[in-house]
């Protein structure tokens, strides 16, 4: 059922924590060189910026290829021939997948992984135009046009299965937000149709992931895993799930009317429920994806706390949420260090990975990639009203705005 | 055949020891289980909430509180960042040295973005240099280079790199016109000058491990100024050569160092410049989309070669 041996898949996690480990002195050059020998795969990889200018060239030829078809054939974009063409164009996407895999044994390559991606992509397309062309896209109530989200998302799972890309779980996951709008028009009925949903999928994970433990699948179950948690919390969170959060946060009218006082309420007790639990599981499993998906989930709740009160904003908020963030994190770091040999519970603030130090630089170079390309100022902020936004003149980044 | 069972298998073997065996295995199985790219994440994005909030508070309540108590509070939160950083930082070192505590780089991008707000405050506020602001730019950026180098932080070194550009773009605001063309000519200026000044510190073995944000940062302004001189109708023909250079250039730094992120920039950049030169006579759509599905075939042929060669990662 899977594209890749799990032997093979095995072998890679292994090389990359051999790698690791040399890279920070654990084991010796010629002990790396012996190790890598013995666990030496098929699979053909290569490194993060080709496999993103891979990935960018391939969705070009296919997109560029999609639309000469239709240029050339003359074909209408809604018409049932054109979505008969996309659908050949996503059988094609996806055979060229498989051979890519099976027959160069691309692995993160980039290529594949844009052939798979636009296969779904052409094939809704496809279903779209052939099942309802002439038609506006809208939900109706026979909810037959939930059929191309529906396979969607069942194309999607299966790439990500057969394949692993977590992104192709993400794109189930947006499928199935999709969904509830053909069912039901009550909003609250479609938040929790989306948490229901994602609360069977995570039940599924939780369940199969016990029997993976270490494993490379263990990683791979460890995202959709964050992702599912991430997802629940966005479909109960209404202040940062609906459909007009823009205007709410500036003063738009209140989402309270949009839902009945009690599922507002419940739904406010369960953005602070989480976070703890998501909190508690990530760090039991000792899992990095899962404690992060939770420490993001916290401070959303504290950030949308207020708009959910109806409290008022101040200036001083992210202030005293930034105050609270390093309180927390000095809090933690100290309290492992204070343990035997700086660990506590199995836990420890020390760096024991090269990869950490490589996120860090990497992390601390974009930052300046960034203000570096929006630093330049425009003519008239020289002049006595200048206005010193977004920390700009001192590259500062504070969203000062004097 | 998982992880822990090839260690096993290891240390049967005599390959490692069983230390390194109990160690590497402890290590796989998360134990003990490292939380610092954590922290450091929670540290990041809580200083710049703070200084977000920071900024927004003084701006917006600045007349309520009085210039005196604003400028005695963050002069008094800086010097606290600043005598904490000078006060616990090991002796300078031209290689490369490790932070002494998990706070003390934070603190110092902490002090950093205070500086900016204050200045920004105090100009905004008393216009004590009457609207010259490329000097407290300049000023800002040659603190921050100081900091910089005396402290060994990244981030304040962007913060410095972005300053140096931000004095650039006020230096062409000054002048009467044809901005667009200047701002370009600065841009390459910039690039060039933030080049060289990083090879010239990395040759003086002065802090050699910054050299690839200074190189990062120059490669992509050079880029982008390049591309926008390729872009214009007239005059192009020089932009468009020396766009070409510069990919070249890439290139021959990037793969023999297996620096893949200027590979990545070349293959990009050039193939956007080159594209809009070739595709600006074409009329058809026909032809347009044979081209991009023809070079992209090329273009994927020898990214998948450069990748065979050198790209490949584990």
């Known amino acids: 059922m899977r594209a890749y041996s799990a032997s093979s898949e095995e072998a890679l996690l292994t090389r990359t924590l051999l790698k690791d480990w040399a890279g920070e002195g654990f084991i010796t050059e010629s002990q790396h060189r012996r190790m890598e020998q013995e666990t030496a795969c098929e699979l053909r990889c290569t490194n993060i910026f080709l496999r993103i200018v891979l990935f960018l060239f391939t969705l070009v030829i296919l997109g560029a290829a999609a639309a000469l078809c239709f240029v050339v054939f003359r074909l209408q974009p809604a018409a049932q021939s054109a979505g008969i063409f996309l659908l050949i164009f996503a059988a094609v996407s996806y055979a060229t997948a498989e051979f890519a895999v099976s027959r160069a044994r691309l692995y993160r390559y980039g290529i594949e992984e844009a052939l798979a991606t636009c296969s779904v992509g052409f094939l809704c397309a496809g279903l779209q135009a052939v099942l309802f062309s002439g038609q506006r896209y809208s939900p109706k109530p026979d909810g037959t046009e939930l059929l191309v989200p529906a396979i969607g998302a069942i194309v999607s799972l299966w790439i990500w299965h057969r394949f692993g890309f977590p992104y192709a779980f993400l794109a189930a996951m947006i499928f199935v937000l999709l969904l509830p709008g053909y069912w039901t028009s009550s909003h609250s009925a479609q938040h929790l149709i989306v948490a229901a949903f994602y609360a069977a999928g995570l039940i599924i994970v939780a369940t199969v992931r016990s029997r993976d433990r270490l494993t490379y699948l263990d990683y791979r179950y460890s995202i959709v895993e964050a992702l599912l948690w991430l997802g629940i919390y966005l479909a109960i969170n209404l202040h940062l799930s609906s459909a007009d959060l823009l205007k709410q946060w500036w003063g738009g009218p209140q989402i309270t009317a949009e839902f009945s006082r009690t599922f507002y309420w419940i739904t406010w007790v369960l953005i602070w429920c989480l976070p703890p639990v998501v909190l508690a599981r990530g760090l039991r499993r000792k899992d990095r994806r899962v404690i992060a998906v939770g420490a993001i989930m916290a401070i959303l709740t504290l950030v949308t706390n207020k708009p959910y009160l109806g409290g008022q904003r101040h200036t001083w908020d992210p202030m005293l949420l930034g105050a609270f963030l390093i309180g927390v994190a000095l809090f933690i770091r100290r309290w492992l260090a204070h343990g035997p040999g700086e660990i506590r519970h199995g836990f420890t603030a020390k760096r024991l990975s090269g990869k950490d130090k490589r996120w860090m630089n990497a992390g601390s170079a974009a930052v300046g990639l960034v203000s570096a390309n929006s630093i330049t100022l425009s003519p008239q902020t020289a002049s006595r009203d200048f206005h010193f936004d977004g920390g700009d003149a001192g590259g500062g980044g504070a969203s000062s705005d004097f | ?314």
Not at chain 2, 234 to 259: D, I, K, M, N, T
């Open chain 2, 1 to 314: 055949m998982t992880t822990l069972a090839r260690l096993e298998q290891w240390k049967e073997h005599g390959v490692i020891s069983p230390e390194q065996h109990a160690l590497l295995a402890g290590l796989s199985r998360g134990e003990p289980f490292s939380l610092f790219l954590e922290l450091n994440i929670l540290l990041y994005a809580g200083i710049l909430a703070f200084v977000a909030g920071l900024g927004w508070t003084v701006s917006t309540w600045s007349q309520q509180l009085g210039d005196v108590l604003v400028v005695t509070v963050l002069s008094a939160m800086l010097a606290a960042c600043f005598w904490y950083c000078f006060s616990r930082a090991p002796a300078w070192s031209p290689s490369e040295v490790s932070s002494p505590s998990l706070v003390f780089d934070y603190l110092l991008y902490l002090g950093a973005l205070i500086w900016s707000v204050e200045l920004a405050y105090l100009e905004s506020r008393m216009h004590l240099l009457s609207g010259q602001w490329d000097l407290y730019v300049l000023t800002t950026a040659a603190l921050f280079f100081f900091l910089a180098y005396r402290f060994d932080n990244r981030f304040v070194l962007s913060l410095a790199l972005s300053s140096l550009a931000g004095w650039f773009g006020l230096a062409i605001s000054h002048w009467p016109s044809h901005q667009e063309v200047a701002y370009r000519k600065y841009a390459i200026l910039y690039s060039l000058f933030v080049g060289i000044a990083g090879t010239l510190l990395q040759r003086r073995g002065l802090k050699p491990h910054f050299f690839g944000t200074y190189l990062n940062v120059a490669a992509n302004v050079l880029f982008w100024a390049l591309l926008s001189g390729v872009f214009t109708r007239q005059h192009y023909v020089l932009w468009f050569l020396a766009l070409l250079a510069c990919c070249g250039a890439s290139l021959a730094w990037g793969l023999p160092r297996r620096e893949f992120s200027f590979v990545a920039y070349a293959a990009v950049y050039g193939y956007v410049g080159v594209s809009s030169i070739l595709i600006r006579d074409i009329q058809t759509a026909t032809a347009l989309l044979s081209y991009f599905v023809i070079t992209g075939i090329a273009m994927l042929a020898m990214l998948v070669q450069i990748a065979r060669r050198f790209g490949r990662e584990v």
